[in-house]
């Protein structure tokens, strides 16, 4: 039984930045497209990134574009979200999630075949 464990959430200023991290278990994440997504309180849950698991490909909602960049780290088995120039309104808990052999076409994944449990950011100042 395979899992994703998200990490790396907290509490930082307006400005600041933090990495996530998306950590599988049970099967390789190389084989597997992997998918960011945040829900703030009271919103809908929103997709914010894809990275291909064929050629590492990217794609990013264009309201992060320019400041998360998503990369990972297959010895690892990880697959980071680093956040630069946080916001307000990006406070949210953040989920990734998986999809097998799937080359991304834009910043969501067609099928969740695995999906986190999310961590907390928090951007206050």
């Known amino acids: 039984q395979g899992q994703l464990v998200e990490s790396g959430g907290g509490l930082v200023q307006p400005g600041g930045s933090l990495r996530l991290s998306c950590a599988a278990s049970?099967?390789?994440?190389?084989?597997?497209?992997i998918g960011w997504y945040r829900q703030a309180p009271g919103k809908e849950r929103e997709g914010l990134s894809c990275?291909?698991?064929?050629?590492?490909?990217?794609y990013y909602e264009d309201s992060i574009k320019g400041r998360f960049t998503v990369s990972r780290d297959n010895a690892k088995n990880t697959v980071y979200l680093q956040m630069n120039s946080l916001k307000p309104e990006d406070a949210a808990v953040y989920y990734c999630?998986?999809?097998?052999?799937?080359?991304?076409?834009?910043?969501?994944?067609?099928?969740?075949?695995?999906w986190g449990q999310g961590t907390q950011v928090t951007v206050s100042s």
């Open positions: 999630a998986a999809e097998r052999y799937y080359t991304c076409v834009d910043y969501m994944l067609l099928a969740l075949d695995y």
């Open positions: 990275i291909s698991s064929s050629d590492d490909s990217t």
């Open positions: 049970g099967f390789t994440l190389d084989d597997y497209a």
